[in-house]
Structures are given as structure tokens and as C-alpha cells.
């Protein structure tokens, strides 16, 4: 994405400081098998010179892989290279071949991680939260520690461009407006809340809503001038300006 991006943060929305708002790493203890992958995932194999994919068991047989399912967060081709150091990681440390999944969508995630298709799933806390609805099986190993923060949350921004003349969530009414998905907490959750609180109706009072899918979507939709504010995570108002000094 190297379009220049007009941007700035018009609200952070902090909510309730509790583990709900923190990324978990979740598991259904009953996955154990390995299945094929769905056409619609993007997959990162493991380095076969650099893992222990041809390794065996001292039965003969080969070592069964442990696949984890990713939502996405930004275009598939850069999440892959960001995770392939620690798919390699993974595999050389558990002497056993590791990938992950990058689903197209955070409900293909659910779907993998509930139907028993990966051992475990990196999910959003809302998207937790609908697994464990689903399946009280799946239950969250750990949580990852926000580099701002230090802390297993994080806060979720209102962005709009500069040009849209918005300066406070009040002149959101009459905007056209993306979320990322419903099963996003910082993309839609805490948002939507949020404008209840303050008395705004998405459906109402914004021109227009779509639902980008991903937060790298998102904010693509904002570069492109195809919105005019998203709800997205602070991470990407930080990326916004790596972009270009104006946001």
C-alpha cells in the first residue's frame, strides 16, 4: 500500500480494560488430526531444509503437522512473509513440522478451529468468544502483550481523512463509513458500542456502511476514498503514518 493516506485519528475508544480486548491463541483440545486446506486459505509450509517436516517417529511413521489458523489482518502475501520466521521457529523448537493458515475471513477461522480442520487458531477476541459459543471445548492458551502498551490489550481508533472536514464522531452522520467484519472487536465491537453511547446509529445516520473484511481493507477503502472514516486498531493509524507524514 504505498498510496498517500490523508488521515487522522478522530477518537480512541478505550473501553472496558478486562481480558475480553486482548488477541488469544485458542485451541479445541479434542484436534488432533491433520486435514487438507480449504482453496480459500492462504497456507505458509514449513521450510522442509529448515524443519523436521521428513523426520520421523521411531514407529517409522511421519510426524503429523500442527496447523493454525490465522485471521487476517493485513494483504495475505505480507501476513505470510511476517509469519513464515516463525512457522520455521515453531518447527525446528517442536521437532515437528508447523504452518499457518491464513483464512480469507474470520469466520472460515472459527469454522477450521470448531469442525476440528486445525489444532489451534490465532482469533480476535469477539471471534473468540463466537468459538467458544459454538464449542465450549475451545478454550484460550495465551494472549499477546501489546508492544505499546505492555499490557494484553488494546485500543480501538475511529480514523476519517482529513479532506472529509470530520473532527468529531458527531461529524460521522451523513459520512460513509467501513467496519471490518462483525466478529472484529476493535474493527466493529467497541466501535458500535461506542456510537450507541453517544447516540449514534450506523444504519441510520452514517450515508453509507460496508464491511471490508480485514483491517489492511479497511484502511485500503480509506486510501482509496471509497469511505471516509473506518473503525480500525490503533496499529493502523501507526502504519497510516509510516505512510506519509500528513496523518
Known amino acids: 500500500m504505498h498510496q498517500q493516506l490523508f488521515c487522522q485519528v478522530i477518537n480512541n475508544i478505550f473501553g472496558r480494560k478486562t481480558t475480553f480486548f486482548t488477541s488469544v491463541l485458542a485451541i479445541a483440545i479434542f484436534a488432533t488430526a491433520c486435514t487438507s486446506t480449504p482453496e480459500t486459505s492462504s497456507v505458509i509450509q514449513p521450510s522442509i531444509a529448515q524443519s523436521p517436516a521428513s523426520t520421523t517417529s521411531k514407529a517409522g511413521e511421519e510426524q503429523a503437522t ?6 487476517p489482518w493485513q494483504v495475505s502475501s505480507e501476513q505470510e512473509k511476517k509469519l513464515q520466521p516463525l512457522a520455521d521457529y515453531l518447527s525446528k523448537t ?5 504452518k499457518f493458515q491464513i483464512t480469507k475471513d474470520y469466520e472460515t477461522a472459527i469454522d477450521l478451529l470448531v469442525k476440528q480442520k486445525v489444532d489451534i487458531a490465532y482469533l480476535a477476541p469477539t471471534s473468540y468468544i463466537e468459538a467458544h459459543r459454538r464449542d465450549p471445548k475451545v478454550e484460550p492458551l495465551v494472549a499477546q502483550i501489546n508492544k505499546e502498551t505492555k499490557r494484553p490489550w488494546y485500543t480501538a481508533v475511529i480514523i476519517a481523512n482529513k479532506e472529509s472536514g470530520i473532527k468529531t464522531l458527531k461529524d460521522l452522520k451523513g459520512k460513509r463509513f467501513a467496519f471490518v467484519t462483525k466478529l472484529s472487536t476493535s474493527g466493529y465491537v467497541v466501535p458500535t458500542v461506542h456510537f450507541q453511547e453517544i447516540g449514534i446509529n450506523p444504519e441510520r ?3 453509507s456502511v460496508i464491511f471490508a473484511g480485514s483491517h ?3 484502511k485500503q477503502a480509506l486510501v482509496n476514498g471509497e469511505v471516509d472514516a473506518i473503525a480500525d486498531d490503533r496499529r493502523s493509524y501507526t502504519d497510516c503514518r509510516t505512510i506519509t507524514a500528513t496523518c
Open 216 to 218: 489492511d481493507k479497511a
Open 66 to 71: 500442527i496447523t493454525m489458523a490465522v485471521i
Open 94 to 98: 517442536l521437532k515437528r513440522p508447523f
Open 205 to 207: 445516520d452514517f450515508k
